[in-house]
Nanobody, 121 residues
Framework: QIQLVESGGGLVQPGGSLRLSCAAS????????MAWYRQRPGKQREEVAT?????????NYANSVKGRFTISRDAANNALYLQMNNLKPGDTAVYFC?????????????WGQGTQVTVSS
């Protein structure tokens, strides 16, 4: 079992910045990737950014956030971050942390409860 707790959301003006954090705890054996997703009002949940956790680290971003958002990870502390710059009203959403991996018992994925980000003047 893995527990994920997001923090760092809030209200910010357009053009502003926020840094989201995700604290992970539990059995991290077999972890393969960590990611941020978001669910905008009236929309389906969508992937924002992903970072791999095995071998050479690689990252991937949704086109809508490339150049503005940066995903990073503190492996020693099992923490995941999302630095969000030049925020736009369209970034308003609940942001979720997700981890996925594989153990002998099979694949797994866990989600946090989410943190609200509101971009508004």
């Amino acid at each position: 079992q893995i527990q994920l707790v997001e923090s760092g959301g809030g209200l910010v003006q357009p053009g502003g910045s926020l840094r989201l954090s995700c604290a992970a705890s539990g059995n991290m054996f077999g972890l393969r990737s960590m990611a941020w997703y978001r669910q905008r009002p009236g929309k389906q949940r969508e992937e924002v950014a992903t970072i791999t956790t095995r071998g050479t680290t690689s990252t991937n971003y949704a086109n809508s956030v490339k150049g503005r958002f940066t995903i990073s990870r503190d492996a020693a502390n099992n923490a995941l971050y999302l630095q969000m710059n030049n925020l736009k009203p369209g970034d308003t959403a609940v942001y979720f942390c997700r981890v996925e991996g594989f153990r002998l018992s099979g694949g797994y994925e866990y989600w946090g409860q989410g943190t609200q980000v509101t971009v508004s003047s």
